[in-house]
């Protein structure tokens, strides 16, 4: 059973506009979620996260949305660059619990 | 890379035979995981450990075990490998706070 799922696979955003990215998750439990950005033949590297206490967080290009009621999250990329590439995982954490559940990830393509 | 080697980089085995795969560390930190990734599947974890000879078991654990002697190495071992564990491993590492920082993966490939 997938607790955290990103159904979008891939999405392709012309340079200069907005990419969204999207999660959702199922179990309640979860209070903190993360983004990370995995490029070919690298680690995923961390990006942004937010704590359930927040329904927003921004750091430069990057907002992240949580929407708790709909146990959902967004990842908002304003403008969008080539360098960003990439694969998208968000992953989420429980309170009092060390394991990190990722999703599927997103393979965002932002076309010059 | 946050201080944190995974090795071998790559490795070719066949069926059935053992395989351990090592991740280092130097930021002394306490928390450490392995998980694999995998197209739809994104990255699983298959274990982690919280300390020294403490370990728990991830959502993909069937056909792995880990060991941790040390703060700085986190082991993961396949004992019979098969063709569904071929994949790409990650080694992460975690003070207990958020973000997890990961290392930059092992290739496997089991034939």
């Known amino acids: 059973d997938q607790q955290v799922k990103q159904n979008s696979p891939s999405l392709s955003v012309q340079e200069g506009r907005i990419s969204i990215l999207n999660c959702d998750y199922t179990?309640?439990?979860?209070?903190?979620f993360l983004w990370y950005k995995k490029y070919p033949a690298e680690g995923p590297t961390f990006l942004i996260s937010?704590?359930?206490?927040?329904d927003k967080n921004e750091d430069g290009r990057f907002t992240v949305f949580l929407n708790k009621s709909a146990k959902h999250l967004s990842l908002h990329i304003v403008p969008s660059q080539p360098g960003d590439s990439a694969v998208y995982f968000c992953?989420?954490?429980?309170?009092?619990?060390?394991?990190?559940?990722f999703g599927t990830g997103t393979r965002l393509k932002v076309l010059a | 890379d946050a201080g944190i080697t995974q090795s071998p980089r790559h490795k070719v085995t066949e069926t059935g035979t053992p395989v351990t795969l090592r991740c280092h560390q130097t930021e002394n930190h306490r928390y450490m995981y392995w998980y694999r990734q995998d197209p739809g599947h994104g990255l699983r974890l298959i274990h982690y450990?919280?300390?020294?000879?403490?370990?728990d078991k991830g959502e993909v654990s069937d056909g792995y075990s880990v060991s941790r002697s040390k703060t700085e190495d986190f082991l993961l071992t396949l004992e019979s490998a098969t063709s569904s564990q071929t994949s790409v491993y990650f080694c992460?590492?975690?003070?207990?706070?958020?973000?997890?920082?990961f290392g930059n993966g092992t290739r496997l490939t089991v034939t």
């Open positions: 937010i704590s359930s206490i927040k």
């Open positions: 450990s919280y300390g020294v000879k403490d370990t």
């Open positions: 992953a989420a954490s429980g309170s009092g619990t060390y394991k990190y559940i």
């Open positions: 992460a590492i975690g003070t207990g706070a958020p973000p997890l920082h």
């Open positions: 179990n309640s439990m979860f209070d903190y």
